[in-house]
């Protein structure tokens, strides 16, 4: 009998041969899209990236000055808890710094009344699509300070099927949003960089999610719907067994509608009919508590957010003011190449950005949200080089516009994080920037441990004014 033992070996070798000939393949591009480099060798091999980056030193903010009613100094300091990212203020209390929703939120703490919720504007890319993290951290928040309701919904968005909190359903509109630029008109749009054209009627129905995994999310007692109507519009809102039918003259500003309901209710039904009319959203909430508004873009680096016309912004300012306007992108400008002479232009890009918020809603707090982890197998750290960097420029950016800062970066666990709970705790994708609901639940407990922190600071530093 012949002896065929040596085949399998034969063919061993030439299977490694093979992946070893892959190794050196030069990177391909197909359909415009570069494929992931092949690095079969790379766990034997000892040529590692340079990991060192020149992090940006940024001087920490000084402690507020604080008196007592009497007008003398007292020694304060903060205090955040063990584990807690600290909120940095560079506003020393001025306007754009975070005093002013600790203040919203320390009334809210102490059963002080008021006219408003408090409202959070959260910009972000595809690490919040499907209010991924902020569901959960819009459920705490709601949970300690009050409120229900998931805020703002895109008119005709179909990303919103994705969502955990809401069942959105339309028809009758066309979606304009500024990733698509050759649909895309600036000047038409909304907070969300979206708005959304009529084919002749219109029709919205909200309802709960069918799994309730957030209480105070799947019921509300205001419905509203934002547009802008040059030809005029009728719009009836069923909700609660009731129908409310409004009459809007034409105007070119943005214009509302709200159906209250003394109750409850977890369904809306939205009909719109109207010449020359723009739907821009609508928002299930309370009127009192905290909303969360979720602005999310998926691919965004934030830095378009700069051509938002103002005019429509402070229009936004008087109808839905907010509280706290939150910006967390940069993720999208990490990549293999990037170098500090890259996001020095991204962060001065972002500064034009953070001072038009600020121009727009003067009486909004401010808060810059670092870079979230990105993951990669190539650095001995586990982070994707560039992202302590990035991370660092945000810093500074904060710093020079006298806002709030946050590192999500270190909140979320610091170097190789990403990696870590996508690999062991299930929490992501593997592409390792993607984070899903267990991720976001993750994430979100840390961010609002922080807030309740800078909150509880806030109320024991005016405790000495009183």
Not at 14 to 23: E, S, Y
Not at 218 to 245: E, F, M
Not at 389 to 417: I, N, R
Request: with cysteine; hydrophobic share 35%; charged share 20%.
């Amino acid at each position: 009998m012949k002896d065929n033992a040596h085949k399998p070996l034969a063919l061993t070798v030439l299977v490694v041969f093979f992946l070893v000939l892959l190794h050196f393949l030069p990177k391909t591009t197909v359909g415009g899209m570069e494929l992931r480099e092949i690095d079969i060798l790379s766990s034997l091999s000892n040529k590692k990236e340079n990991s060192t980056e020149l992090v940006p030193k940024i001087a920490k903010p000084k402690q507020i000055i604080v008196r007592d009613k009497n007008g003398r100094i007292v020694n304060f300091k903060e205090k955040w808890p063990k584990g807690t990212e600290r909120i940095l203020d560079f506003s020393q209390g001025a306007d754009g710094g975070m005093d002013n929703f600790y203040s919203k939120l320390t009334q809210l703490a102490q059963k002080q009344k008021q006219n408003n919720p408090v409202r959070i504007a959260y910009y972000g890319d595809s690490f919040i699509e499907g209010d991924i993290l902020l569901a959960d951290l819009r459920e705490m928040l709601q949970k300690k300070y009050g409120g229900y309701g998931v805020g703002w919904i895109d008119a005709g968005n179909e990303l919103n099927q994705y969502k955990h909190v809401v069942t959105n359903k339309f028809s009758g509109l066309t979606e304009h949003l500024v990733k698509k630029p050759a649909g895309y008109n600036v000047a038409e749009a909304g907070l969300a960089e979206r708005y959304y054209t009529m084919k002749g009627n219109a029709e919205i129905k909200l309802t709960p999610f069918s799994t309730h995994e957030y209480p105070h999310t799947d019921k509300w007692t205001s419905t509203k719907l934002y547009l802008r109507s040059r030809g005029g519009a009728t719009v009836i809102i069923q909700h609660s067994g009731s129908n409310k039918k409004f009459n809007l003259p034409a105007s070119p500003k943005i214009q509302y509608v709200e159906a209250l309901s003394p109750e409850f209710t977890s369904m809306a039904n939205i009909k719109v009919n109207g010449r020359n009319t723009i739907l821009f959203g609508t928002a299930q909430e309370s009127e009192k508590g905290v909303v969360i508004d979720n602005f999310s873009m998926r691919g965004s680096s934030g830095t378009t957010l700069a051509r938002l016309p103002q005019s429509m912004l402070k229009q936004f300012a008087e109808i839905r003011p907010y509280d706290l306007i939150v910006l967390q992108f940069g993720v999208n400008v990490i990549g293999e190449k990037v170098t500090s002479d890259n996001l020095k232009r991204y962060v001065a890009n972002m500064k034009t950005v953070v001072m038009h918020f600020r121009n727009s809603f003067p009486k909004a707090s401010i808060l810059v949200v670092s870079t979230p982890d990105r993951g990669s197998k190539r650095m001995p750290n586990g982070t994707m080089r560039g992202i302590e960097m990035l991370a660092g420029y945000q810093e500074k950016l904060a710093s020079d516009c006298k806002v709030g800062f946050y590192s999500l970066f270190h909140a979320m666990g610091g170097p190789g994080t990403m990696m870590r709970i996508v690999d062991q705790n299930g929490m992501g994708t593997k592409d390792y920037v993607h984070i899903n609901y267990k991720g976001g639940k993750y994430v979100a407990k840390r961010i609002y441990n922080s807030i309740v922190a800078g909150q509880q600071n806030y109320a024991r530093r005016q405790n000495y004014n009183n």
